[in-house]
């Protein structure tokens, strides 16, 4: 009799742990919640890249937007300087001096390279006009059979032409760097004041 007593005991708390293991509480149902898809990176071509965000994080330190301003105008002007090989220490030279931001100066005259090739024959040319002497020869033959011939009047003639495009490009300077700079104050005041007040984007992504 006992024996049947602890045997039906032991059959109901199997069923009682069995059941319990069983119940899973209230049923509910699992809705799919939509991930939104992530962003497309963006690339942000070259001049973004190398000049205005490197102008950006000068605002961000401290950099005033007037000598920044005045910086961006004398390194571009230096920049296209006709005298090739010289514009790294003119601009150096002339930051140093003027008390400009040398950093702002640099990254504004390494972007005016290729406009620098671009405008050194006009600047001769033009110089050739403005002081009345002989225009330099265009033809690689010319240069090359005044080269064999008179060396050294070919020479003087180079340096008489880089001479009068150097004065040249010194006068227009003088007249568009208070230009530039005065352009480019309130643009750069505007792009402080977006940073000071957490205003993103600064300035619009282009994407290439």
């Not at 950006?56 to 910086?71: F, Q, V």
């Not at 265009?138 to 011939?149: D, E, G, K, N, V």
């Not at 309130?186 to 977006?194: F, H, I, V």
Request: glycine content about 2%; some cysteine.
């Amino acid at each position: 009799m006992a024996v049947n007593f602890i045997a039906l005991v032991t059959d109901l708390q199997n069923r009682t742990t069995f059941r319990f293991l069983q119940y899973t509480g209230p049923t509910c149902t699992v809705y799919p919640v939509p991930v939104p898809a992530p962003a497309p990176a963006v690339h942000h071509n070259w001049i973004y890249r190398r000049v205005v965000l490197p102008i950006l994080a000068l605002l961000r330190m401290g950099a005033t937007p007037h000598t920044l301003a005045w910086s961006i105008a004398v390194g571009m002007l230096v920049g296209i300087n006709p005298v090739l090989g010289t514009t790294t220490v003119l601009c150096l030279a002339a930051s140093v001096s003027l008390r400009l931001n040398v950093v702002a100066s640099q990254i504004a005259n390494h972007a005016m390279f290729l406009l620098e090739l671009a405008l050194v024959v006009p600047f001769i040319r033009l110089g050739s006009r403005v002081f009345h002497t002989a225009a330099m020869p265009l033809s690689p033959h010319m240069f090359l059979l005044a080269a064999r011939t008179s060396p050294l009047v070919l020479t003087r003639r180079l340096w008489m032409w880089e001479w009068h495009a150097f004065v040249l490009w010194a006068a227009i300077s003088v007249v568009a760097a208070p230009l530039i700079a005065l352009a480019l104050t309130p643009l750069l005041q505007r792009l402080l004041n977006r940073i000071q007040h957490h205003q993103y984007p600064i300035m619009p992504i282009s994407a290439e």
